[in-house]
């Protein structure tokens, strides 16, 4: 197998809805169910979570509602699509303040603990969708302008309905702070992550800066579910790939219902050195155990972990023909950790990888793990899982028949 892991001195290697309520219209029209089912013919079973007491939540921004009442319609008939999508396939959905206190306690929260937040809330909106809420009986969030409240600005709520909304059990009213990013809820202040929009889900570790998925009005229901599929994390999963509006995507899939077909091909376009494909469900999974196998590969194989892909930042593990290196990445720069010699000559791939705060307990090649210290990394520790083919010739970097499993510890 070769030499163990050496540790190295590090060295350097170098909202407006404007446009979505013209699709949502379009969609309408048209009719979306056929487009629906040709897209999502790959999507996971409604049990992708497992039950019980978890410490993970998701929070979804639903979008404001004009007062234009033609459009209006349109938009309470799809929050009605997306409740009845989302509470069929089991999501509970639950207040903002119970979810942050599940998240940090010992209880936990339910399976698909999911969180309907409206900022920065606008009357027009309250108008259209509150009937909808009550009816499907839901729990939101409502986040609004203090400023614009205290103005009597006629665009948000009263003090006295604010005040009625708050008596009622389904809502809780939140103000936003300083800036949009920041809001108080419940007497607690907190802040929006620098991702907040792109990611659904959260976890303890970043508390400090909450992310959310802002929903777009052109979804339809299966549309909703299976983004949500593709972003969120299961217990004993496989990383596969599927069709997402019209891209190819990660997808997060249970272990028990994964099988040959799930393995896929990575493979370099003609013009290109490289091909990658990330996971999003990795986000709020900061501890993991990670098997990859290939039937082959040519010529690198990259696997990032803990990965920022704004930040370019975290984990790189590169199985090169000779050698294994860890690196940590920063603004894009690569800085060696660890490096381990090895011999791959086509054929099988197998590697291993247990990530647990610093530690990384790393396997290749069928041999026992070594385990190597990792640096500080800044930031929060849960990102995307992303793996990448390479080679310096265009067109011939590929991986076939991949498989991953995923472990959350």
């Avoid at 207040?95 to 999911?114: E, K, R, W, Y």
């Avoid at 802002?214 to 069709?243: E, F, H, K, Y």
């Avoid at 800044?378 to 472990?407: C, E």
């Amino acid at each position: 197998m070769g030499n163990a892991i050496a540790s190295k001195t590090p060295k350097r290697l170098k909202p407006s809805h404007g446009r979505q309520w013209l699709a949502l219209l379009a969609l309408l029209a048209a009719g979306a169910g056929s487009y629906d089912q040709a897209v999502y013919r790959s999507a996971v079973a409604a049990d992708s979570f497992p039950r019980g007491g978890k410490s993970r939540f998701l929070v979804l921004r639903l979008p404001e509602m004009p007062s234009n009442p033609l459009v209006a319609a349109a938009g309470e008939k799809r929050l009605e699509a997306w409740l009845t999508a989302l509470q069929s396939a089991g999501y509970n959905l639950v207040p903002f303040t119970q979810a942050l206190a599940g998240v940090s306690g010992a209880a936990g929260l339910p399976a698909q603990a999911m969180v309907l937040v409206f900022d920065p809330g606008y009357r027009s909106t309250y108008d259209s969708l509150a009937p909808i809420l009550a009816r499907h009986h839901v729990p939101a969030a409502w986040i609004t302008q203090g400023a614009g409240v205290e103005q009597n600005d006629l665009r948000f709520l009263s003090r006295h309905r604010l005040s009625v909304m708050e008596h009622s059990g389904l809502w809780e009213v939140g103000r936003l702070g300083d800036s949009t990013m920041t809001f108080t809820l419940d007497g607690r202040s907190y802040r929006w992550g620098p991702d907040a929009g792109r990611y659904v889900l959260n976890g303890k570790q970043n508390l400090a800066g909450l992310n959310r998925l802002n929903v777009n009005l052109s979804w339809t229901g299966p549309q909703l579910l299976a983004i949500l599929r593709a972003m969120a994390p299961v217990q004993d999963s496989c990383l596969t790939t599927g069709a997402l509006l019209g891209q190819r995507v990660g997808v997060v899939k249970p272990a028990a219902a994964c099988g040959p077909a799930d393995a896929f091909v990575l493979e370099a376009a003609p013009d290109a050195h490289a091909a990658s494909i990330s996971w999003r469900g990795a986000s709020s999974i900061p501890d993991f155990s990670l098997i990859v196998e290939a039937d082959s590969m040519f010529d690198d194989l990259m696997l990032f972990l803990r990965y920022d892909p704004r930040q370019r930042q975290g984990i790189a593990l590169m199985f090169a023909p000779k050698t294994v290196s860890v690196m940590q990445v920063k603004d894009g720069e690569r800085e060696i950790i660890a490096t381990q010699d090895w011999t791959y000559s086509g054929g099988q791939f197998i590697g291993s990888v247990s990530l647990s705060g610093r530690r990384l307990d790393l396997g290749v090649g069928g041999a026992g793990a070594r385990t190597i210290e990792l640096p500080e990394l800044d930031g929060t520790p849960g990102k995307n899982i992303k793996l990448q083919v390479y080679s310096k010739l265009r067109g011939v970097a590929q991986a076939k028949s991949v498989r991953l499993l995923l472990t959350p510890l």
